[in-house]
């Protein structure tokens, strides 16, 4: 299975200079935990996420509509093609340690999104065309879910 074949679309996105107000508007009424960030020529450049949103308003102690998305969005990126595989997605998913991967076009125009959630869904559907389905799904989100900084055990 391909990524376009499983993906959700279209993509929802905001512009790198809209208020945050924006991005968490878009968020609420597509009922999604993340829209793409793209740029006057439409292409995207980051991503961010309802997490993002909160710790920047908490961090900066402003109102969303005085902070852009710009000042939160994510510093790394990592997309993949429709023409990717599940497998190419899992993999990317858990060596980034990301939850959900936007799939772009070849001009780097965002067409849609895949998420741990899409993952599961589809590995536990009867005609599934995951190969390792469930163990590889719960591998995967265990990749992501480690902690990057243990948090040391107080002596």
Known sequence: MLAQDLMTGPA???HVNDSLDVAARKMWDADIGIVGVVNDDGK???VITD???CIAAFTQGR???DLLVNSAMATTLVTTAPEATITDV?????KYQ????PIVDDEGTPIGIIS???LAILCMRP???MKHGPSNVANTLAAVSEHRNPIQNAA
Do not use: K, P, Q, V
């Not at 899992?90 to 858990?94: D, K």
């Not at 990301?98 to 991967?101: A, E, K, S």
């Open 12 to 14: 929802i996105t905001c």
């Open 44 to 46: 995207l450049t980051s």
């Open 51 to 53: 997490r993002d949103i």
């Open 63 to 65: 109102a969303l509509g």
């Open 90 to 94: 899992e993999h990317l998913m858990a």
């Open 98 to 101: 990301i939850r959900r991967i």
């Open 116 to 118: 741990m959630n899409d």
């Open 127 to 129: 005609d599934s065309a």
